[in-house]
């Protein structure tokens, strides 16, 4: 099975999952699927993750199948090391991220797939860092940590296939660009209001 045919599949559990508890994103929902829904819930997060999955649709799924693979395994050890220690947030780097790979996107910028494998580690990683647990303990922490990173990869791979279905036409890779321009000016008002705040 390709990369384009797993994506399907992972597209398809989350739309199933999705539909059968989306009235309670979080409280009674359980370890797995309130972790499952914390991606789709911390909006910097959301920002990151959809704007690499354009990116890595954009520049086509079958060409980037290593960056790919590089965000799953950069995701799991992230993940493995927020379960271990109390890590301090790092919203800022999710943010920062985001806006550089959205102003990719906008300006449709070809970095190469090494660069969008180095992209996709760097994101995943600082994704999973960001998500640590401090309540939870022993078997709710790692259910909550494997839901985390399952929601992670599943809007990774929404973005993706929306950015490759809408690469077939010139006309319509204009709204893909438009949405990495959304997310680079969201996460800078973002980061603008936090400077303020703390300054």
């Known amino acids: 099975m390709n990369t384009r ?16 508890h989306a009235h309670s994103p979080f409280e009674g929902a359980g370890a ?20 690499l999955g354009l990116h890595i649709g ?9 960056a790919v ?26 943010l920062v991220a985001a806006t550089i790979l959205g102003l990719t996107v906008a300006s449709k910028l070809a970095i190469g797939q090494t ?19 401090e309540s939870l303990v022993s078997t709710d922490k790692i259910v909550m940590m494997i839901g985390t990173g399952l929601g992670a990869f599943i809007a990774f791979c929404i973005a993706a296939l929306v950015a490759d279905y809408l690469s077939v036409k010139p006309w319509q890779t204009i709204a893909v660009r438009i ?21």
């Open 32 to 51: 797995f699927y309130s972790g499952f829904l914390h991606p789709f819930w911390v909006p910097a997060h959301l920002l990151l993750l959809c704007a």
């Open 69 to 94: 693979l590089s965000f799953v395994i950069a995701t799991t050890v992230g993940l493995v090391a927020a379960g271990l220690s109390a890590l301090p947030e790092i919203e800022f780097m999710v």
């Open 5 to 20: 045919g797993i994506l399907v599949i992972a597209t398809a559990l989350f739309l199933l999952s999705f539909n059968a």
């Open 179 to 199: 949405m990495g321009s959304w997310i680079a000016a969201i996460s800078l008002l973002v980061l603008a209001l936090t400077f303020k705040q703390s300054g």
């Open 115 to 133: 660069l969008s494998a180095v992209a996709a580690a760097a994101a995943g990683f600082i994704v999973a860092l960001d998500s640590s647990q």
């Open 58 to 66: 954009q520049s086509g799924i079958q060409t980037n199948q290593w």
